[in-house]
């Protein structure tokens, strides 16, 4: 799987818009990106992933670049609640089985402030 | 509908004990993934299962066993406890499909003296 850069810290003000990088510059052609996020004391959540387009959805949205190296996660409206560790992971999709787990680096740890 | 769910929620046990940890997955998910996270660390890849088989294992020691049941459920079990054992034991479930996304449940605290 494809190592992923991303920021240690990142903060936030309540309302705004929370943007939040990942460098992937050896992703495969066939290497999906998702994007988990894991609120203290609790299960990582999945939040979004996408191959090449730009991805919404209720939580998200997911900017992929053109040459795939990097992509952004978008949180629209930061709330409080959104205080989380930020994961980045590049994956093969699921082949006969193989290709199952997900590799967690350190992510970014996003602070939303009042 | 229900999450993922994992008992018990906390557990402490001593040096060179064994632990069984369960997890019930999400109703329709026949994939069980298990995962350790150790503190100020993302989660590590321990096993992954799929109808009943192993279909993967991270790097972890043979006192790490895993198996799954035929209506999906999991338990992870740890021989001869080390303080190192000591983590947040996440189990996650998915649908079998090509992108495969995994949903995790709360874990199980481990505390190992």
């Known amino acids: 799987d494809a190592k992923t850069t991303q920021p240690t810290s990142m903060d936030c003000a309540e309302g705004r818009a929370a943007n939040l990088p990942c460098n992937h510059s050896t992703i495969s052609g066939n290497e999906y990106v998702y994007w988990y996020r894991q609120i203290h004391s609790q299960g990582p959540q999945y939040i979004i992933h996408?191959?090449?387009n730009n991805e919404t959805n209720e939580m998200a949205s997911l900017i992929i670049t053109e040459d795939r190296k990097s992509s952004t996660l978008i949180l629209p409206h930061a709330t409080l609640r959104d205080t989380a560790v930020y994961y980045c992971?590049?994956?093969?999709?699921?082949?006969?089985?193989?290709?199952?787990?997900?590799?967690f680096g350190k992510g970014t740890l996003l602070t939303v402030n009042p | 509908d229900a999450g993922v769910t994992q008992s018990p929620t906390h557990l402490i046990k001593t040096r060179g004990q064994h632990v069984t940890l369960r997890c019930s997955p999400i109703?329709?998910?026949?994939?069980v993934s298990w995962y350790q996270q150790v503190l100020g660390q993302g989660p590590q890849f321990i096993f992954q299962y799929y109808e009943k088989e192993e279909r993967g294992r991270g790097n972890f020691p043979d006192r790490f066993s895993a198996r799954q049941f035929p209506n999906y459920s999991s338990e992870l079990n740890v021989n001869a406890l080390l303080l190192g054992d000591s983590a947040l034991y996440l189990c996650?479930?998915?649908?079998?499909?090509?992108?495969?996304?995994?949903?995790f449940g709360p874990g199980t605290r481990l505390t190992v003296t």
């Open positions: 996650a479930s998915s649908f079998y499909t090509d992108t495969y996304e995994q949903y």
């Open positions: 109703s329709g998910h026949k994939s």
């Open positions: 992971i590049v994956r093969l999709p699921n082949s006969g089985g193989s290709n199952y787990k997900l590799t």
């Open positions: 996408g191959l090449k």
